[in-house]
């Protein structure tokens, strides 16, 4: 007999092997015990396969309110960013803590050392040639 790989044969299989023996119990009543405790295991083998269905669809509902709280989850993080972007400045550095890039000066991108602000300050007159 070769072997039988789906459930469903299996069980039928099972299924005709009880109802032979439930057919012929007068001539096979030593077996009576061992064929009690067989149909038990396939009705708990039964239970078992719609325990596992019931918790395939569980999963699955689990797996979509999963998706659906990271969606969620996401756009709260969209506007955490965005608001501390707005409160702190698009220039401030502390944005970087946030994940998010500040605007910087193209020298300071490309690893130049940024122009140091103009001085408020005149510079000093130099003096006049002299005069021959």
Known sequence: M??????????MDWEKLLAAYAANAG???AMEPLRLEFAALRDRVLELKNQQA???????LTTQD??????????MAR?????AKA??????ELLVAFQVTPLRDRRTR????PVP???TTPPPEEPPPPVE
């Open 27 to 29: 001539s096979l009543a």
């Open 54 to 60: 019931i918790q395939i669809s569980e999963k699955q």
């Open 66 to 75: 999963i998706k659906v709280r990271l969606r969620a989850g996401r756009e």
């Open 117 to 119: 602000p103009a001085s």
């Open 87 to 92: 409160v702190l400045g698009t220039y401030n």
């Open 79 to 83: 506007r955490l960013r965005g608001h």
């Open 2 to 11: 070769s072997t039988i790989k789906s459930f469903a044969d299996l069980i």
């Open 110 to 113: 490309r690893g130049e050392p």
